[in-house]
């Protein structure tokens, strides 16, 4: 069964402060590993999506980085706006496979 | 280019009571799906259609809960009748290509009491 695991459970960052959030899977063939960004009340906005181990993207203050296991969502110099939380979701290979969401990173960044 | 709706934003109803939920996709999406979170839980998947058939319906908890994609562009999710278990918020997402990414409505927060 694919799974998804996602720490920290919650973040709190000063302002400027670079960290990382970790999200762990499993799952019978990679089709794809997504992150979404979610503020309260809102539905997941799409931020990047990664295909195969070794892959890197970028968006302004965000990278993400894909191993066999795992992927990495870096955030440099993070500000205030960046607080919300932060989804992991996996997509298998195979036909009919479905979204697998982790229970995602609450982050909070203070100014 | 207009993202996914999705309508009412809440519903409040009472045990035993029916509730019926819009998602209206991005234009050209021929895929649609449905998602559900209930608190402290992640969000899991419900069911997905392709133009108006549905393709995988493995999630949907009970029969209970009917959807409909007519003409397959909008889509309804019904409830009835409603359970108190049946409390969260009811995502809708489309994509283009069934492997290709998803893009989410901002949820119908559903509350039954």
């Known amino acids: 069964e694919d799974q998804v695991t996602q720490s920290p459970e919650a973040l709190r960052l000063q302002e400027g402060e670079s960290s990382s959030l970790n999200c762990s899977y499993t799952v019978s063939g990679l089709r794809g590993l997504f992150w979404y960004r979610q503020d309260p009340g809102k539905g997941p906005e799409f931020l990047f999506t990664l295909y195969s181990a070794g892959e890197e993207k970028e968006k302004e203050r965000l990278k993400a980085t894909l191993t066999k296991k795992e992927s990495f969502l870096h955030i440099t110099a993070p500000k205030p706006e960046d607080s919300a939380t932060y989804l992991c979701a996996v997509k298998g290979d195979n036909y009919g496979q479905n979204f697998v969401f982790g229970p995602g990173t609450r982050l909070s960044v203070l100014p | 280019e207009a993202g996914v709706t999705q309508f009412p934003s809440h519903s409040v109803i009472e045990k035993g009571q029916t509730v019926t939920l819009r998602c209206d996709p991005i234009?050209?999406?021929?895929?649609l799906y449905w998602y559900r979170r209930v608190m402290g839980k992640e969000i899991k998947f419900l069911l997905h259609f392709v133009k108006e058939s549905k393709q995988d319906e493995s999630g949907m908890p009970n029969n209970r809960f009917l959807a409909e994609r007519t003409g397959g562009t909008y889509s309804t999710l019904k409830v009835q009748p409603a359970e108190l278990e049946d409390s969260g918020v009811y995502f809708c997402a489309s994509s283009q290509q069934v492997q290709e990414t998803q893009y989410f409505g901002p949820g119908t927060r559903l509350l039954v009491l």
């Open positions: 234009s050209g999406h021929d895929n």
